[in-house]
């Protein structure tokens, strides 16, 4: 057993139902546990679940209210241990409490991280464009980005999600979709057949994708917008709530109405 300086969570076969239904992502008849791998029903053994059960460190980057969603979708799942939260915004919240763990401080705390044996990050903030290069630098020092899928987001098995991506509850990813890392599928957002998102990209509540569609690094889409199917919207724009994307859409603008108009550059 590797020493992880972690809180070892280990369940007896008598709960593996209970394991199974926390931390398992609906998909079809089958179930995709938050790591993306998938557990045949029925063959889950005592061994793999013992192994599974282990909890990785993990602190959360981001302590405002998209951090506690997040925070809130990583403890539905058994992968990982929230540590702490890290807050490069407000340096006085250091050892204040949020979501039942402590803020760690910012920036200055990663090396502390890694000599405690937290590897892994996630990036629970909304500006995509920090997120996007945040998230290169984490990498290139070591750490690993965690992903984080709601027990409720349902997702094709024909699909691919890079890490540091989260899934809200009841987000829906199709067959043939891949998303970038350190995407934001927001509460109830779909995705669906053939899309293709980049990097940090960022579908708010109740987005619609249709078929696809192609969205570029750290593109936004506001609340409830729709993007007609095989449309594009590129790089770094902002789609304003309830637009209705019927033309490809260039990079860094912003841009809203029905049908979606290009309104100033961004
Ligand atoms: C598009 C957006 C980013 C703001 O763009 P902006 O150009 O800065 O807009 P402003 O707030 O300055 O408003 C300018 C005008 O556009 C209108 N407007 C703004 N957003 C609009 C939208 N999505 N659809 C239609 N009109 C919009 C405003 O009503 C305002 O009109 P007025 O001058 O007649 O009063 C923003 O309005 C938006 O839609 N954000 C998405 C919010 C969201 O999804 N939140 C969920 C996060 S999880």
Redesign the pocket.
């Known amino acids: 057993m590797p020493n992880l300086g972690a809180i070892l969570v280990l369940h007896p076969p008598h709960l593996l139902g209970e394991f199974r239904s926390q931390s398992s992502a609906r998909i079809g008849a089958t179930s995709v546990h938050a790591s993306g791998s998938i557990f045949p029903p029925c063959v889950i053994g005592f061994r793999v679940c013992y192994r599974r059960c282990v909890r990785l460190p993990l602190a959360v980057w981001g302590a405002g209210g998209?951090a506690r969603v997040v925070t809130d979708i990583v403890r539905c799942g058994s992968e990982f241990e929230v540590v702490g939260f890290l807050d490069d915004v407000n340096p006085g919240r250091r050892a204040q409490r949020f979501c039942d763990a402590p803020v760690l401080g910012g920036r200055e705390q990663l090396d502390e991280l890694k000599k405690s044996g937290i590897r892994h990050l996630i990036l629970a903030f909304?500006d995509n464009h920090a997120r996007r290069s945040l998230g290169h630098e984490l990498v290139e020092a070591g750490f690993v980005l965690g992903r984080a899928f709601h027990p409720s987001a349902v997702i094709a098995k024909d699909t691919s999600i890079l890490d540091g991506t989260v899934l809200m509850a009841g987000a829906v990813v199709n067959p043939g979709a891949t998303i970038g890392k350190n995407a934001i599928i927001?509460t109830g957002a779909t995705v669906d057949h053939d899309c293709v998102l980049g990097e940090a990209v960022?579908l708010?509540?109740g987005v619609h994708l249709g078929g696809g569609v192609t969205v570029g690094d750290e593109t936004?889409i506001?609340?409830?917008?729709v993007v007609l199917d095989g449309r594009t919207v590129r790089e770094r724009s902002?789609?304003?709530?309830?637009?209705v994307v019927t033309h490809d859409l260039p990079h860094d603008v912003?841009a809203?109405?029905v049908p979606a108009r290009v309104?100033?550059a961004r």
């Open positions: 998209h909304g927001n960022h708010s509540p936004w506001g609340i409830g917008a902002i789609v304003g709530a309830g637009a912003v809203y109405g309104i100033r």
